[in-house]
């Protein structure tokens, strides 16, 4: 036989247990803690510490009391959850930078914008604000559903009458199971004129709303852009807005110029967002701010940034707005508890369910008048009775033992009824005056007018609009206060310059041809005098400049593609230390990818005018605009020219189209011609053939020809011969063509072009041999030949080895300006 303990036992799934418990405290959250109600726009504690606060008669027409008795009050008979979140509710409802109409009004320490505590309940004192007073209004005669409190010993209402569209005025905020809400905060004037407004035409549509209310309006201030925001969220209650601080640059002592900013986003901690523009300065990020400084005081919030002499001001602001809460999105999500459930409302849906609520109230209110007043006009009119045969009634109650015998004889003989009867026995002796008689006839009169009224009221709907229309004209006219938030259509584009962001100086960039980079200061290449840059051993400096920090360098590779970063984003390092590998900028290069050429565009270059001319081992040539290598982003290689599998990229030149190109086959011709005959093309083409080769041929090098060039061609072969020539041996031809032999053809061994230069006589040419031996020409050595010659050896193929690599020495910085 099972014990009774045994007996209570269920056998349950689990998921089935946590999946009913989770939904039921899912529902109670929902319902009862975090969502606000579409009708009067409180939470539950919100509505409980109003009540609380009115049942108490801790009203605006009286004296603070203690915070802490409040609190007490509410957990102790409507909310048994922690003081804190009770206290937190109603300071909340207190804070003028929270509420747009505050609801409680404080004495005390609550809180603060820069997110300040408040002081403990026991320190604080509270009481109602005059208008929360028109939330509560009418609450007493019946106008609203009450249910019994958590322990059965007081009720509390479900809702409150709600003179004012609470919800859409101050707005609201919370997070629940599955739900979550953010209503901005309205201005009073503009909803109630929406209100009547729709009240009056009931087919008024969003356009026409639109137009009396502009947008959310905080109590922070602020300017607000987006109108295609404002409108989708008011249409589908879902919608996202931009936030910005009110600012203003203003001159200051010495040429210098101030941002100060006077109304920040709503919500925005203003202590940690002068933290963090502190920050920014503290760290660099952005260059031109001097000083932050929170001059906020009784007079009003104040945010100054004090730039530097040379900044610009705007470029700065707008560096704060994109990175710093000075601007924040707005996501609206309206979602409020609509017939007990939570619903996604938008400006018409949240409207309606608030003038459905009036028109309850002002009915159930009407009602509970006429009852009232009917009540009393029977009471006169047995009272008036009464009097007009006093001298009967004395007698008979006289003549009755006791009261009660006393009612029924005056039921029984005079047809009272029994509250009638009840009335004339209470009867004061000094009521039956003359005087009172007349103010008995006055009083019916006037009852009988409020039950015509009342009974118009609630027998013809216009009649009860016409009395909520009237009743929110009044709140309007009581409560109205100007506009906050400044309205913008549209969301302004935020474009920083490189300038805000990096101070402006000059700095030595280095490339090495093993591909290391870096950018070193002025001070750090002058102190080595520009010797000793530190490389591996076997490696040269491919690119050595003066560049300025907003300029940018781009990295050629022998695949095509070409690394780009704006010099402030190079590695610094010192001259001496060796520099960061490309595959730190890059790490997608491939196997064998290597750099052939380094070039720098510089802020004052003319990218519209100015080209980058490619040449390929195979043969093709192509040119493009230097803007098309500028781009948004750059973590990545980027193709330069598209090349098929086995061509390789070997030359790259800037020109403006007024130069000859001189092209250099392996097998010994030279074709030169004019850079213009070669067209224009995008960054990712393979370009337009560039000399006509013969089978097993390629292009060993190309040399770009300025208008009236001096210096002389060179050419070095594979067996280490060098000869120089001039230019004028080589008339511009066209396009495409096989160009001149400038080489003698040998029938054993024939010298093949290994590379060739353009040079001046005082030019140094460095040659790395394949077996790891450096030889170093001075080419005002070497006599000038003609095409016809082999020149004269340099190094001695058998005992040196063949040219591995070949390049002329980098000349050295001059004017280097001036050390810090």
């Avoid at 008048?369 to 047995?382: P, T």
């Avoid at 000793?532 to 690119?543: G, I, R, S, V």
């Avoid at 393979?686 to 090098?701: C, P, Q, R, T």
Wanted: net charge negative; hydrophobic share 40%; charged share 30%.
């Amino acid at each position: 036989m099972s014990t009774p303990g045994q007996q209570q036992i269920q056998d349950l799934a689990l998921e089935e247990v946590m999946g009913d418990r989770f939904g039921r405290y899912s529902k109670y959250i929902i319902q009862e803690r975090a969502l606000p109600d579409a009708r009067d726009g409180l939470k539950p504690v919100q509505r409980r510490i109003l009540f609380a606060m009115n049942e108490e008669g801790n009203t605006a027409d009286k004296g603070f009391r203690k915070s802490a008795k409040t609190v007490g009050n509410v957990i102790g008979n409507y909310h048994p959850h922690g003081d804190t979140s009770v206290y937190d509710a109603m300071v909340r409802m207190s804070q003028d930078w929270k509420v747009r109409n505050l609801l409680i009004e404080m004495h005390g320490n609550n809180g603060s914008v820069d997110g300040d505590p408040p002081a403990a309940m026991r320190y604080t004192e509270a009481r109602l604000a005059p208008i929360a007073a028109e939330l509560l209004r009418d609450i007493e005669k019946e106008t609203v559903d009450f249910v019994p409190n958590f322990d059965d010993t007081s009720s509390e209402p479900t809702v409150l009458p709600a003179r004012f569209p609470n919800l859409l005025v101050n707005g609201s905020t919370g997070i629940s199971a599955g739900y979550a809400t953010d209503i901005p905060p309205h201005n009073l004037v503009e909803i109630i004129d929406a209100v009547v407004k729709r009240l009056e035409n009931p087919e008024i549509g969003l356009d026409a709303l639109l137009k009396i209310v502009k947008g959310p309006d905080f109590p922070t201030g602020g300017i607000i852009q987006g109108a295609d925001g404002i409108r989708k969220a008011y249409e589908t209650g879902k919608g996202r807005i931009i936030v910005r601080s009110k600012t203003e640059i203003e001159e200051i002592r010495g040429g210098r110029k101030q941002i100060t900013v006077h109304e920040i986003p709503y919500e925005v901690n203003k202590a940690n967002l002068v933290k963090r523009m502190d920050e920014l300065r503290i760290d660099k990020k952005i260059e031109g701010i001097s000083e932050v400084r929170d001059e906020t005081d009784r007079t009003g919030l104040r945010i100054a940034i004090e730039l530097k002499k040379e900044a610009n001001a705007e470029g700065v602001l707008n560096y704060l707005f994109k990175n710093t809460d000075l601007q924040v999105s707005y996501n609206f999500n309206m979602v409020a508890i609509h017939n007990k459930r939570p619903v996604l409302m938008g400006l018409i849906g949240l409207l309606d369910a608030y003038i459905a609520h009036q028109k309850e109230i002002i009915t159930k209110r009407s009602e509970f008048d006429i009852r009232k007043a009917r009540a009393r006009e029977h009471i006169l009119s047995g009272l008036m009775k009464a009097l007009s045969i006093l001298d009967e009634v004395i007698r008979l109650i006289r003549e009755s033992k006791d009261k009660r015998d006393a009612k029924i004889n005056l039921q029984d003989r005079y047809e009272f009824s029994e509250k009638q009867a009840e009335a004339i026995v209470s009867l004061q002796l000094y009521r039956l005056t003359n005087t009172d008689i007349t103010d008995l006839r006055n009083e019916a009169k006037e009852l009988q007018e409020k039950i015509t009224r009342l009974e118009k009221i609630l027998g013809d709907p216009r009649e009860l609009i016409a009395v909520l229309k009237q009743e929110l004209t009044e709140i309007k006219k009581s409560y109205k206060t100007p506009r906050l938030t400044e309205i913008q259509a549209e969301i302004e584009e935020i474009k920083i310059d490189t300038e805000v962001l990096v101070a402006s100086e000059d700095v030595i960039v280095s490339v090495t041809k093993e591909g290391y980079v870096k950018r070193t200061s002025i001070r750090s290449y002058t102190a080595s005098n520009g010797r000793d840059l530190a490389m591996k051993e076997m490696d040269h400096p491919l690119f050595i400049e003066k560049l300025n920090t907003m300029d940018a360098l781009l990295l050629f590779t022998n695949r095509g593609n070409y690394i780009y970063r704006p010099v402030h984003e190079l590695p610094d390092i010192r001259w001496k230390n060796l520099g960061d590998h490309i595959s730190h900028l890059a790490g997608d290069l491939a196997p064998g990818e290597e750099i052939i050429a380094a070039k720098a565009i510089t802020q004052h270059d003319d990218h519209l005018s100015r080209y980058f001319l490619f040449v390929t081992k195979n043969g093709m040539i192509k040119a493009s605009q230097c803007v098309n290598y500028k781009p948004q982003r750059y973590s990545k290689a980027m193709m330069a020219i598209k090349l098929k599998a086995e061509d390789s990229l070997i030359a790259v030149s800037f020109i403006d189209q007024t130069e000859d190109i001189f092209l250099a086959s392996k097998f010994g011709y030279g074709l030169r011609y004019a850079t213009s005959e070669v067209p224009d093309s995008g960054a990712r083409t393979a370009g337009v053939k560039a000399i006509n080769l013969k089978d097993g041929d390629e292009v060993s090098g190309a040399v770009i020809i300025p208008q009236n060039e001096r210096r002389q061609l060179v050419v070095l072969t594979q067996r280490g011969s060098l000869k120089k020539m001039k230019l004028e041996e080589f008339e511009p031809i066209s396009r495409a063509k096989r160009g001149l032999i400038m080489l003698r053809e040998l029938k054993s061994n024939p010298h093949r072009v290994f590379a060739v230069f353009l040079a001046n006589s005082d030019d140094l040419l460095m040659i790395e041999t394949d077996k790891e031996q450096f030889a170093q020409v001075e080419l005002g050595n070497i006599r000038t030949n003609d095409r016809y010659s082999n020149g004269s050896f340099v190094i001695d193929e058998v005992l040196e080895g063949a040219p591995k690599d070949a390049w002329l020495a980098l000349p050295e910085i001059k004017d280097e300006g001036e050390t810090d």
